[in-house]
């Protein structure tokens, strides 16, 4: 299984980038890695996903080095209600669901 | 389109009973999995159903069962009940394929099972 390890916390402020890495060293040849957002009391929320080099979309980036080791969530001018957990996820369902792993998440608080 | 409910939302049980939650995926979401969280444990995957059988498992004992419907519906049983099954569980689905990789889910806002 792959493990994942992440901040636990990190503090921003309005209006800046926000960058959260996530470790998977023993990420497996068919593993994605996906990002959630949870709010609390609520379930997580697809954030993005992708497998090598970068990918964007309208709220997020994510950056994968070419070894794959390692993922960085980049999320762009933060506002107040980007205030949550955000879970790194390797594996996926398709490739055989005992290999889910999620991180132990990252408490985003952002301020004014 | 309606998001993926799950009943009930709140739970009270005790140790040696047994518990059975439900999960209503999106409309034509075929694919359901389950998710225990905890605070020691973060969040983990108990199973996933398609079609009504179960297609991936995670690492958790045979107390904890679940099977789908033909209305793609899932119930997800957990018999015998330890204090450390209190936790959050959530259900996501997804429609078929969801993304390379299977990873793009839409979660419903969990059953918090309390167990005393």
């Known amino acids: 299984l792959a493990k994942t390890t992440q901040p636990i916390s990190m503090d921003s402020y309005e209006g800046q980038e926000v960058n959260i890495t996530c470790s998977h060293n023993?990420?497996?040849?068919?593993?994605?890695i996906t990002w959630y957002q949870q709010f609390p009391s609520q379930g997580p929320r697809f954030i993005i996903q992708?497998?090598?080099t970068k990918v964007t979309n309208e709220v997020a980036s994510l950056f994968i080095p070419a070894d794959r080791k390692s993922s960085t969530l980049s999320l762009p001018r933060v506002s107040l209600s980007d205030t949550a957990v955000y879970y790194c996820?390797?594996?996926?369902?398709?490739?055989?669901?005992?290999?889910?792993?999620f991180g132990t998440g990252t408490q985003l608080k952002v301020e004014l | 389109k309606a998001g993926v409910t799950q009943t009930p939302r709140y739970l009270i049980k005790t140790r040696g009973q047994q518990v059975t939650l439900s999960c209503s995926p999106i409309?034509?979401?075929?694919?359901v999995s389950w998710y225990q969280q905890t605070p020691g444990q973060g969040l983990q995957f108990l199973f996933e159903?398609?079609?009504?059988?179960?297609?991936n498992k995670g690492n958790f004992p045979g107390r904890f069962s679940g099977r789908q419907f033909s209305n793609s519906r899932s119930e997800m049983n957990v018999s015998t009940l330890e204090l450390g099954d209190s936790a959050l569980y959530l259900c996501?689905?997804?429609?078929?394929?969801?993304?390379?990789?299977?990873?793009?889910?839409?979660f419903g806002p969990g059953t918090r099972l309390t167990v005393l």
């Open positions: 996501a689905s997804r429609a078929a394929g969801g993304g390379r990789g299977g990873n793009e889910q839409f």
């Open positions: 023993n990420i497996a040849t068919n593993d994605y």
């Open positions: 992708g497998y090598k």
């Open positions: 996820l390797v594996g996926g369902l398709t490739g055989g669901g005992n290999k889910l792993t």
């Open positions: 409309s034509g979401h075929r694919s």
């Open positions: 159903y398609f079609s009504e059988t179960q297609r």
